[in-house]
């Protein structure tokens, strides 16, 4: 099973970008679809952005399509979230999460790997 490391938050004003990485140790990580959760102050956690195994599809929240790219490279076993045009309402932990499987779901309860998280705070 893949552990996981989330990096890259920080604090950044609105309308800038951050690009948050996600690290697995194991050699399976082309065996798992991969998402994106985050969860605000006060809030339930959400679905942000998935991706398929092999990165061939990719699936976004409507709240952060066209400005979140969610992306994979299997080589250096890592998922990385790409964050564009933030907004004070994006603030909140940013955790990433695996499943071994192909295919993507938004729902939480399907993935049974996740990271520590990372803070990702934006300032208006």
């Known amino acids: 099973q893949v552990q996981l490391v989330e990096s890259g938050g920080g604090l950044v004003q609105a309308g800038g970008s951050l690009r948050l990485s996600c690290a697995t140790s194991?050699?399976?990580?082309?065996?798992?679809?991969m998402a994106w959760f985050r969860q605000a102050p006060g809030k339930e956690r959400e679905f942000v952005a998935a991706?398929?195994?092999?990165?061939?599809?990719?699936y976004y929240a409507d709240s952060v399509a066209g400005r979140f790219t969610i992306s994979r490279d299997n080589a250096k076993n890592t998922v990385y979230l790409q964050m564009n045009s933030l907004k004070p309402e994006d603030t909140a932990v940013y955790y990433c999460?695996?499943?071994?499987?192909?295919?993507?779901?938004?729902?939480?309860?399907?993935?049974?790997?996740w990271g520590q998280g990372t803070q990702v705070t934006v300032s208006s």
């Open positions: 999460a695996a499943r071994r499987a192909p295919g993507w779901t938004s729902r939480e309860d399907l993935y049974n790997v």
């Open positions: 194991g050699r399976t990580f082309s065996t798992y679809a």
């Open positions: 991706i398929t195994w092999s990165g061939g599809n990719t």
